[in-house]
């Protein structure tokens, strides 16, 4: 094991680097263009054995990346914002085709007007294509989780996108445990698919599929889908007992007797963590739970994290218009059948890179604390009109 204080745009290119990546596809766009940079030099200088492809849009990158997974290579990509909604049509075909490229986006608002700071209104977006989804805290998850991606991925036949904010994470330095490769290589075995291109063995993909067979593959897909949350958790347990770290798929913090559970995913979650001790030493059961993946979206991991709390409360960096936030909502599909279902408190906070402080969590404790009920389904926090 090697440690490296890295930005997390960096601690991407370790882990694709130790997951021995075999293509990359490259078009930077700010704030995650520092992944791409460090593979070409690990490309460049033999670090990684790999076919470093710089293309002239970011549909051409995952189409590349689709390319090479058909082929039986392991492929990666990363994005941003913009990038990553130019890549929608792709997004779904990869789905279609079965391929488990792994993408890494640094979740970054969108325009119009420009912006480059961090909320998850990308990634979320895109919610219903049929990748996975992964957010993290830290640049240790960041590394760990993209490592991850790849053994679930590669199992259930499915794209994974792991998804980092932009700037608190992208170009922040910590230290960060990095393994060996012949660690990583004995959790993550080759890229073998049963079915790719060759020209030794011709086959053809994609074709078209009559009424009579498309539902049939969209129901696998489903499936897949909903397996792959078993095999995430399967892959994180064996990924603790190699490298002694876990990311739980939902992970709780002090929520065993806690009457207020705060919901966060990313690095609201971190900062969340102080608020909690601190209201804590003032003897009040506040607790936390992070959602890590969010596709397939963790039901019953949900349920039983929030079971015991009296209200909830969950900050969304993140608004679908008209609706609130994105994972408040599916919070609330989750519960809606529980018997007993506390009242749920929706914040939306942190836009377009607005800081979420202590203070602002702690405010969104505070109010969610003194109201019996929500007064509003969506509640703004941090508003200057």
Known sequence: MTTKVLEGTHAISWAVQRSRAAVIAAYPITPSSGVVELLAEMCADGRLDARFVA?????????????????????????????????????????????????????????????????????????????????????????????????????????????????FLSHTSEPVSIP???????????????????????????????????????????????????????????????????????????????????????????TAREVIDARRARGERVGLVKIHLFRPFPFTPIRRAVSGAKKIAIIDRNVSFGHGGIMASELRSAMCAHPLAPPIFSFIAGLGGRDITPQTIDDVVAHTIQQEQPEADTLWVGLKE
Request: with cysteine; aromatic share 10%; net charge negative.
């Open 180 to 270: 060996e490769p012949h660690e990583v290589d004995a959790y993550l075995p080759p890229f073998a698919p049963d079915y790719f291109l060759s020209p030794d063995e011709p086959h053809a993909f994609g074709g078209l599929s009559a009424a009579d067979g498309y539902m049939e593959l969209r129901a696998r897909i489903d499936a897949a889908m909903r397996h792959a949350e078993q095999v995430a958790e399967e892959a994180d347990e064996e990924f603790g007992r190699l490298f002694g770290r876990r990311h739980p798929l939902v992970e709780t913090y002090k929520t065993d007797d806690a009457d207020i559970v705060l919901v966060a995913s990313g690095t609201v979650a971190g």
């Open 55 to 167: 293309v002239e849009s970011e549909h051409s990158a995952l189409a590349t990346c689709a390319g090479a997974s058909q082929t039986g290579m392991r492929a990666f990509t990363a994005t941003s914002s913009h990038g990553l909604l130019y890549m929608h049509e792709m997004l779904h075909w990869c789905v279609g085709a079965r391929l488990p490229i792994v993408l890494a986006n640094v979740n970054r608002a969108v325009g119009s007007p420009w912006n480059i700071f961090a909320d998850q209104n990308d990634s979320l977006s895109q919610r219903d294509t049929g990748w996975l989804q992964y957010y993290c805290e830290d640049n240790q998850e960041v590394l760990d989780t993209i490592i991850q991606a790849y053994k679930v991925a590669e199992r259930v036949l499915l794209p994974a996108m792991v998804c980092l904010d932009a700037f």
